[in-house]
């Protein structure tokens, strides 16, 4: 009797298996404790030709993977109204191979028809959200966070996953709200107590009327650490798009930071990007401006975005992009920066810069 039940779980377990393995690419899922288990993820690479513009070999050409991931993630049922869900995301280097484990959003919680969503764990902050979704060339070359964000001297900085955070979320008729706190943002240390004194609160809201979505994030770190600094930081963005026509969308985005003791940090961008879309293909170009911090003179920066994508079918596209910083005398903003694999680091005062070309498929 032992021996039939116990071929009966591993039949089921191998049957499980085979049908993850075997299942259409395009969100397979096999059934767990009543529920699905979803497997997604995302294979994304470019080729890169890249210059620096620093004294030297300053010009490269180079293979890069793009936030391409796996992740799995499930779903519960406790009652109608209440449900346990988690995810766990991983991102993987196709160009180079290896990589740690559970390196993007990873975390466990519960929904309710009533309350809500609360997520614990590791996840993006609402104020990075803002920018992400603002962003018509995220993870290329033409990537906003080369800017948005960023030092002027230790590159993308202010968007970032929070380790060890409560995650609340919810929509109300066309209103989104995001609220998180971490109890230790950037310690992954669990050999020890979290330090409070090194804290997040991040809170985000989208409001959409009709064409129109505008969103407003705020954040506040404690000793906030880039490089070698650290400072108690806080930073505000306002971003809207508005969907001009069926195919054509505008945006804007404004971003100011202070930063105690990071001089290079405390600064303010204003954004504007738009893009069209005609058949298969899609266009898109954004412009970045960092002004001076108050510190040093000189210290401003701008970013020029452009890119097509063509859409092969619902889960492949190809696509070209360009990306390039013009720094000031005293600015040191990367030629690449934000989701892209490969950065383009630069010396002071100079103008990196990217042409890639990639494709992207979704499952």
Same mark, same amino acid.
């Given at each position: 009797m032992k021996n039939a039940r116990l071929a009966k779980t591993l039949g089921a377990a191998f049957a499980a298996g085979a049908a993850l393995a075997l299942s259409p690419l395009a969100h397979a899922s096999?059934?767990?404790?009543? #529920? &699905?288990?979803?497997a997604y993820g995302t294979i994304d690479l470019s080729l890169d030709l890249s210059d620096t513009d620093s004294p030297g070999d300053s010009s490269n050409l180079g293979l890069s993977s793009n936030e391409t991931? +796996?992740?799995?993630k499930g779903q519960h049922d406790i009652n109608p109204d209440l449900s346990l869900v988690w995810q766990l995301e991983q991102e993987y280097r196709t160009d180079e191979g290896g990589g740690e484990f559970a390196t993007r959003n990873t975390f466990a919680g519960f929904h309710g028809s009533r309350f809500g969503t609360v997520l614990l764990g590791y996840h993006d902050t609402p104020y990075k959200t803002v920018g992400t979704r603002w962003d018509l060339l995220g993870t290329t070359v033409g990537d906003s966070r080369a800017i +948005? $964000?960023?030092? &002027?001297?230790? $590159?993308?900085?202010? #968007?970032?996953?929070?380790? #060890? *955070?409560? +995650? !609340?979320m919810n929509n109300f008729q066309g209103l989104e709200v995001q609220a998180m706190y971490a109890t230790d943002a950037q310690d992954n240390d669990s050999n020890n107590v979290d330090d409070n004194d090194n804290d997040l609160f991040s809170a985000a809201a989208w409001y959409t009327l009709g064409l129109l979505n505008v969103s407003l994030a705020y954040e506040d770190w404690s000793n906030l650490q880039t490089g070698a600094d650290n400072s108690d930081v806080n930073g505000i963005r306002i971003a809207a798009s508005h969907q001009v026509t069926h195919a054509g969308r505008l945006g804007l985005i404004f971003e100011t930071i202070s930063a105690d003791d990071i001089p290079t940090l405390d600064r303010n961008v204003f954004g504007v990007n738009g893009s069209y879309h005609a058949g298969t293909y899609t266009y898109a170009a954004q412009v970045l401006i960092a002004d001076s911090n108050d510190d040093q003179g000189d210290s401003g920066a701008f970013r020029l975005g452009l890119g097509v994508?063509?859409? +092969?079918?619902?889960?492949t596209r190809? !696509? *070209?992009?360009? $990306?390039?910083?013009? @720094?000031?005398? @005293? *600015?040191q903003y990367r030629g690449v920066d934000g989701g892209h694999g490969d950065k383009v680091p630069t010396t002071p005062g100079d103008t990196p810069s990217a042409f890639s070309a990639g494709f992207s498929f979704t499952f």
């Open positions: 096999v059934p767990l404790a009543g #529920n &699905a288990l979803e991931q +796996l992740g799995l +948005l $964000g960023a030092s &002027a001297a230790d $590159g993308d900085v202010m #968007n970032q996953r929070a380790r #060890n *955070a409560l +995650l !609340y994508t063509r859409q +092969l079918d619902a889960q190809i !696509y *070209a992009a360009f $990306g390039m910083t013009d @720094n000031e005398t @005293n *600015a």
